[in-house]
T-cell receptor, first 113, second 110 residues
Framework: NAGVMQNPRHLVRRRGQEARLRCSPMKGHSHVYWYRQLPEEGLKFMVYLQKENIIDESGMPKERFSAEFPKEGPSILRIQQVVRGDSAAYFC???????????FGPGTRLTVT | LAKTTQPISMDSYEGQEVNITCSHNNIATNDYITWYQQFPSQGPRFIIQGYKTKVTNEVASLFIPADRKSSTLSLPRVSLSDTAVYYCLVLTEGDYKLSFGAGTTVTVRA
C-alpha cells in the first residue's frame, strides 16, 4: 500500500509565475489536508478537502492560493503569481475520515527566485 | 487548543534513553496527547498517543501523570537514525487542524 505521494518534490519558480503542487492520498483515503512549513517554523494548517469539496480553508491566504480535490485524480494546491515569501515546504496529508490520524507525504519544496 | 511547551533541542549518544517532556497546563478533559516525529526532508510521522498513565509501542513510551498537565516521551536506546524533530500535540477527538510548533530537535551522536 503506497503512502501519500507528492510531486514534484522540488519546484523552482520565478516571481510572478504559477506553482501547482500535486498530492495523491493513500489508497482508501478520501480526506486530504495541506500544510505549509516556513523555514525554521512548524507546520501550519492551510486547507482540508474531501472529494470535490473544500471543508475548511481557514488557514489559506485569501489571495493567490487555491486548492481542489477532484472526483478523479490528485489534489492540487495552486499558487498564482508567486512571491519570495511563498518559498516553503508544502506537505499533504490524508486520512480515511476526518481525523487527527493523518499520514503525511514527503512534501514539495517550493523555491521562488 | 491547549498550548504546549517543549525544549528546543536535546543531544544524546547512541544507546542512551532520551526523555522529552512537554507541558500542557490547560489540557481539557477530552484532549489526547499525541507525538509526531519528523526526519529531515520528510513529512511528520505519528509515533504515539495517550490519554493517561503509560502507553508503550515498538517505537516509544509515553508517560502521563495523573494531573495530565505534562507528558514525557521516552525513546529507549536511541540510534543515529532517531535524529529528528519531535512534536508534542494536544488534540481532541475529531480535531483535524494539526498545529506543529517548533518541536524538539533531538540529535544523536555516535
Amino acid at each position: 500500500n503506497a503512502g501519500v505521494m507528492q510531486n514534484p518534490r522540488h519546484l523552482v519558480r520565478r516571481r510572478g509565475q504559477e506553482a501547482r503542487l500535486r498530492c495523491s492520498p493513500m489508497k482508501g483515503h478520501s480526506h486530504v489536508y495541506w500544510y505549509r512549513q516556513l523555514p525554521e517554523e512548524g507546520l501550519k494548517f492551510m486547507v482540508y478537502l474531501q472529494k470535490e469539496n473544500i471543508i475548511d480553508e481557514s488557514g489559506m491566504p485569501k489571495e493567490r492560493f487555491s486548492a481542489e480535490f477532484p472526483k478523479e485524480g490528485p489534489s492540487i494546491l495552486r499558487i498564482q503569481q508567486v512571491v519570495r515569501g511563498d518559498s516553503a515546504a508544502y506537505f499533504c496529508a490524508s486520512s480515511p475520515d476526518s481525523s487527527h490520524e493523518q499520514y503525511f507525504g514527503p512534501g514539495t519544496r517550493l523555491t521562488v527566485t | 487548543l491547549a498550548k504546549t511547551t517543549q525544549p528546543i533541542s536535546m543531544d544524546s549518544y547512541e544507546g542512551q534513553e532520551v526523555n522529552i517532556t512537554c507541558s500542557h497546563n490547560n489540557i481539557a478533559t477530552n484532549d489526547y496527547i499525541t507525538w509526531y516525529q519528523q526526519f529531515p526532508s520528510q513529512g511528520p510521522r505519528f509515533i504515539i498517543q495517550g490519554y493517561k498513565t503509560k502507553v508503550t509501542n515498538e517505537v516509544a513510551s509515553l508517560f502521563i501523570p495523573a494531573d495530565r498537565k505534562s507528558s514525557t516521551l521516552s525513546l529507549p536506546r536511541v540510534s543515529l537514525s532517531d535524529t529528528a524533530v519531535y512534536y508534542c500535540l494536544v488534540l481532541t477527538e475529531g480535531d483535524y487542524k494539526l498545529s506543529f510548533g517548533a518541536g524538539t530537535t533531538v540529535t544523536v551522536r555516535a
